[in-house]
Every structure is written in C-alpha cells, then in structure tokens.
T-cell receptor, first 111, second 114 residues
C-alpha cells in the first residue's frame, strides 16, 4: 500500500471549515483513499473513502486531485467534538483488509 | 444498534495468567480483526479472520491466539501474558463487498500486565 504524509497537527475555529491535507504521491491506480478518525482513545471511526471522484457524505467531503497524488478531507462546519486524530490511509480493496494507520493529523477545534 | 463490543474494557493482570478478551459484532460481518495501539507505534494488526474458521496472522501475532467458531465472535487469547503486551486493544469488523470497506471498531480494551 502507498505511503501517506500528513501534517502532525492543525487548528481550526469552531464553526469554520477544517481542511485536512494528505499526500500520497506513490498511489497506484487501484488504491483507494480512506479517512478515519480517533477521538481521544476511542475506537477509530470511518469517515469517508474514494477512488478518483470527489465524495461527500453526512460527515465530510473528500477532494482527490486529478493526478490522485493528494487529497483533502473537509469538515464543513467543525465542532468541538471533531477534535481528534485524523488518519489518511491508502489501500487496495480485498486482501487482508488491513488498515495501516500512520501518525495522522491531530486536529484541535477551538471555541 | 449496530456495534462491536469488547469485554472487558479495562483489565489489570499479572505475568503468565491466561486471559481472553472477547469481541462480538451484530452486523453479520465476514471480516474481523484485532489491533493493538501503543504510543509512538500507532495501531498494528495482530490477527484477522476472513470468515468462520478462517484466521491469519497480522503484523504482530507473537504471544496471541484467536479463534473464529461463530461469525459474530472473535476472541483474543493471551496464553501467558507478559508486560510487553500492556497496550490498548481494538477489535474491528466489516463486510467484504467490492468497493465497500468501512471497518467498525470496538471501544477498546486497556490491558495492563504487571
């Protein structure tokens, strides 16, 4: 699976959009981009995933660049409860289904 | 409510005393997995199971056993726990459908081995 690079930490004001970047320059054509988050020491929570088209669900939007070498997770109206570590993961479908969690980005939403 | 449950949530034990951490899911998922999380090392996969009676090693299987006799349950067994198995453990499950890979994680089990 391709390696990902994320900033170690980011801050965001409550109510504003949080834009979390992820670089995955070695991604291959059949690899998906997944985002999970972990609030404090709770179990990780799935947010969204995509292959090449932009995706949106009730939690967030995922913007993938045309060359697929980077992506951005957007939380449109961040709340204090969105404070968490956000993980960008690149992997193929199938196989061991293993998720390889890097260090992620610690997002702090400030009042 | 769709969920993954783990028990116990907290456990303090002593070296060598066999223990089992249970994991159960109510979503009829084929795939189940165990991870451990340690500071500076992130989450690492211990074992996984593609379906009943099918299990395989992850990245850090030493010192652990698993079984998958029923679809809903995937217990993690530490036959002779050691202090280096002190960690936060998570169970996860998902369907195995093409294009779908949302994994559901349990709340975690914090284990301390003295």
């Amino acid at each position: 699976d391709a390696k990902t690079t994320q900033p170690p930490s980011m801050d965001c004001a409550e109510g504003r959009a949080a834009n979390l970047p992820c670089n995955h320059s070695t991604i291959s054509g059949n690899e998906y981009v997944y985002w999970y988050r972990q609030i404090h020491s709770q179990g990780p929570q799935y947010i969204i995933h995509g292959l090449k088209n932009n995706e949106t669900n009730e939690m967030a939007s995922l913007i993938i660049t045309e060359d697929r070498k980077s992506s951005t997770l957007i939380l449109p109206h961040a709340t204090l409860r969105d404070t968490a570590v956000y993980y960008c993961i690149v992997r193929t479908q199938g196989g061991s289904e293993k998720l390889v969690f890097g260090k992620g980005t610690k997002l702090t939403v400030n009042p | 409510e769709a969920q993954v449950t783990q028990n116990p949530r907290y456990l303090i034990t002593v070296t060598g005393k066999k223990l089992t951490v249970t994991c159960s899911q109510n979503m009829n998922h084929e795939y189940m997995s165990w991870y451990r999380q340690d500071p500076g090392l992130g989450l690492r996969q211990i074992y996984y199971s593609m379906n009943v009676e099918v299990t395989d090693k992850g990245d850090v299987p030493e010192g652990y056993k698993v079984s998958r006799k029923e679809k809903r349950n995937f217990p993690l067994i530490l036959e002779s726990p050691s202090p280096n198995q002190t960690s936060l453990y998570f169970c996860a499950s998902s369907w195995r459908l093409a294009g779908y890979n949302e994994q559901f994680f349990g709340p975690g089990t914090r284990l301390t081995v003295l």
